[in-house]
């Protein structure tokens, strides 16, 4: 097996350069020698490379994740390159870090951050996200890379009957996530557009995950289902995650005035439906959103699904996937946010997960100062779906690429969670119906005392159909004191 070495930027609130590296192929760690800007440096190891399955013998993959931290500037441009100490180089990484604050208004310049979620490779085989993130004119290079969940689809092909043993499982995902993330082109060119936060949806683990799934019976059976979800988490830590561990405590990343709290509903997610969110992670997101109200900033909350979604009922939980507001901690997030909104500034909501793209706008009714958007980003590559896509196929319209996707479900006209105000709900995005595999970037710019917001949905090409984009009207979030 050829040595591979792979570097992806990864985001962090710190005034640093912050790298995964990934050596596939190798079969012991190995000793890397940095170069940053062209010269030799040492970085930090925030994790240091050691095998993604630590007991595994033969070629495999390695990660680790490191950090520059002297002389690191805001909004810089910087190269990092690496090499087996031998013969083997990766290529340039091309990185600049987060700028120091959101620019103000009045010309091209824009705080832009992609979003991304849902991604199966097994339907992207000409490489069509790439083609899309790698052709973004530079006045839309992305600053910040949101990686929403279903980053991969460790339990397909469904109904496969796979490998029981936690050593086989993590093997097989471990290939998952080395076909996604070492690229040439593909979903690597997306890992490698801008520095990139991560958070799950079910996919990193299996469907409706942590309860048992139909289409993953291994997650029926409670030991099967144990060393499933030790090999998939096992996967996140060395290819998603920076630090040990790293879910505690959940990530926080600010250019001012804007401050983003990314949750991971997932990894925790209790199987008696009592909450989403790591130990402490509630009162996390709580102070969060105290300090977001003091400092008079806007707050972005980041999530794996819907938080504006009933719950799922019976059916749906049972054969398909709860949704958030199915867990026990909803109506505390809920009043979080909405407490938020009251002081001030409207929250902004970003998740993906549904298979479709919208941008809906909740207000408190009797206070329509308090706003709430939610911008939802999905798929970027459309997973298959037996039964559903031949269905699909025979109702397909003429000339429709999209015809597997189905269109932009509507909220509920309003929204009521125990002890948090109603919500009214109207659709901003879309109103004919677009759909499609997809990116999408919010571009933030200063405007007076609040922000401009610039949504694009970015459309991937298919082999009958070129890219297209479609942009919105600017949202204006400003203060309401």
Not at 239 to 252: D, H, I, K, N
Not at 332 to 353: E, H, K, S, Y
Request: proline residues 8%; aromatic residues 10%.
């Amino acid at each position: 097996m050829t040595l591979i070495l792979v570097l992806h930027p990864r985001a962090t609130r710190d005034p640093v350069v912050q790298v995964w590296i990934g050596v596939f192929g190798a079969t012991v760690p190995l000793a890397l020698r940095w170069q940053l800007n062209g010269a030799d440096a040492t970085p930090v190891p925030v994790r240091a490379l050691s095998g993604a399955r630590p007991s595994a013998a033969g070629p495999r993959a390695f990660t680790g994740v490191y950090e520059f931290r002297t002389g690191i500037t805001p909004d810089t441009t910087y190269t990092v390159r690496v090499s087996d100490s031998g013969t083997t180089f990766s290529d340039v990484l091309t990185l600049r870090t987060l700028p120091a604050a959101v620019p103000a208004g009045g010309g091209f310049e824009a705080f832009n951050v992609l979003l991304a979620s849902c991604f199966y490779r097994h339907e992207d085989k000409r490489g069509f996200a790439g083609d899309l993130v790698r052709g973004l004119p530079p006045v839309h290079r992305p600053d910040l890379t949101l990686l929403m969940g279903d980053q991969v689809y460790l339990d397909l092909p469904a109904l496969r009957n796979f490998h029981t043993g936690q050593a086989e499982l993590a093997a097989k995902f471990e290939e998952d996530y080395v076909a996604n993330w070492g690229g040439p082109g593909g979903y690597a060119e997306i890992l490698h557009s801008a520095p990139a936060a991560s958070i799950p949806d079910d996919h990193e683990y299996w469907n409706n995950a942590p309860h048992g799934s139909p289409t993953a019976f291994q997650s029926l059976i409670p030991g099967f289902r144990d060393h499933w979800y030790t090999a998939a988490r096992q996967m996140y830590e060395a290819f998603q995650l920076s630090t040990p561990g790293g879910y505690r405590p959940l990530l926080e990343l600010d250019v001012p005035p804007l401050s983003f709290f990314l949750m991971d509903n997932r990894t925790f997610r209790d199987r008696d439906r009592r909450s989403t969110l790591p130990p402490g992670g509630l009162a996390q997101f709580e102070a969060w959103a105290r300090r977001v109200g003091d400092e008079g900033r806007f707050g972005v909350v980041v999530t794996g699904q819907s938080l504006l979604q009933g719950a799922a009922g019976w059916l749906k939980g049972t054969f398909g996937d709860r949704g958030l507001a199915d867990y026990g901690d909803h109506p505390a997030i809920m009043r979080t946010i909405t407490g938020l909104a009251r002081r001030g500034r409207p929250v902004l909501c970003l998740t993906g997960d549904v298979h479709y793209g919208r941008v809906v706008l909740a207000e408190e009714i009797g206070n329509p100062g308090a706003k709430v958007y939610e911008v939802i980003s999905s798929p970027v590559s459309l997973v298959t779906t037996p039964g559903l896509d031949q269905l699909a196929a025979v109702r397909r319209q003429r000339d429709d690429p999209w015809y597997r996707h189905r269109a932009a479900a509507a909220p509920p006209a309003t929204i009521q969670v125990d002890g948090a105000p109603k919500l009214a709900t109207s659709t901003i995005y879309p109103r004919a119906g677009e759909k499609g595999n997809h990116l999408t970037q919010l571009a933030f710019r200063q405007s007076g005392f609040g922000l401009e917001l610039l949504i694009t949905y970015w459309m991937a090409a298919t082999d009958g159909a070129a890219s297209v984009r479609h942009d919105l009207d600017p949202i204006r979030l400003s203060p309401t004191f």
